[in-house]
């Protein structure tokens, strides 16, 4: 089994430990590589487009970009980790989101990431664990990753691990374990099935594309979808 991570922050602080308890559960059976931020993908996305109208492989940042993309297209489960920062992802894990803009679905989405896995890990003082769980969930449904579990904690009194009381770290802890063997259970020599809203998603981008190919057959987004088949009886979660 190979599992991706993909680290919001580089400082090794309570998300850190929290995802520490989830890997643990895997450590014996499973080949881990692991992306920390802002480390692994440094720059923001300059917005110039290249990835979209071209070839992702010429922006600028592809050398960080790719390296992420083959360890996640190559894993069967992909785990997201981040503090809250104002009731948001780091940063840092949006700046490597938005290098993913041309994986959206209405543009060039990897056939893979439609059979994935993917568990998100946030924690936050007081509230906003949700919204930056929301932040990553919303690149990843819009990959194609229909079976995502999303797990946040929240603190009320002290983002230091080593002061949180030992009360609270084992209720965090339990519950990372329950939901690590929960998915222990998942047979990952197959994909995950493909979920309905997913499906119509693919479905109204679909209509978009063949929308778009009559207008031009040579739009690059339309000959991918054309390549792959997509816009006849392909389907990316059956390929």
């Not at 981040?82 to 989405?109: C, E, I, N, Q």
């Not at 981008?205 to 054309?226: A, I």
């Amino acid at each position: 089994m190979r599992i991706t991570v993909v680290n919001g922050t580089e400082k090794r602080g309570v998300t850190y430990h929290l995802k520490e308890i989830f890997l643990d559960q895997f450590r014996e059976d499973a080949e881990i590589t692991e992306f920390y931020l802002p480390r692994d993908c440094p720059n923001f996305c300059a917005g110039c487009t290249v990835c979209f109208l071209k070839d992702e492989h010429l922006c600028k940042d592809a050398e960080y970009v790719q390296k992420i993309e083959k360890a996640m297209l190559a894993a069967d489960l992909l785990v997201f980790a981040s503090p809250a920062y104002v009731f948001h992802a780091t940063g840092a894990m949006k700046t490597m989101l938005d290098h993913f803009g041309y994986r959206w679905m209405p543009h060039r989405p990897a056939k893979e990431m439609f059979g994935k896995r993917a568990v998100i890990i946030t924690q936050c003082l007081g509230a906003g664990g949700k919204s930056a769980a929301k932040d990553i969930r919303d690149s990843l449904s819009w990959w194609g990753i229909s079976k995502i579990k999303a797990c946040s904690f929240k603190l009320m009194s002290e983002v230091v691990w080593d002061k949180i009381p030992e009360k609270k770290k084992t209720e965090m802890s339990e519950r990372l374990v329950r939901i690590a063997k929960q998915t222990c259970k998942f047979d990952f020599t197959r994909p995950a099935r493909t979920g309905f809203i997913t499906k119509m998603k693919f479905y109204m981008v679909r209509m978009l594309q063949k929308n778009l190919g009559k207008q031009d057959p040579e739009y690059t987004d339309y000959r991918y979808w054309n390549h792959n088949g997509w816009t006849d009886a392909q389907r990316p979660w059956k390929q």
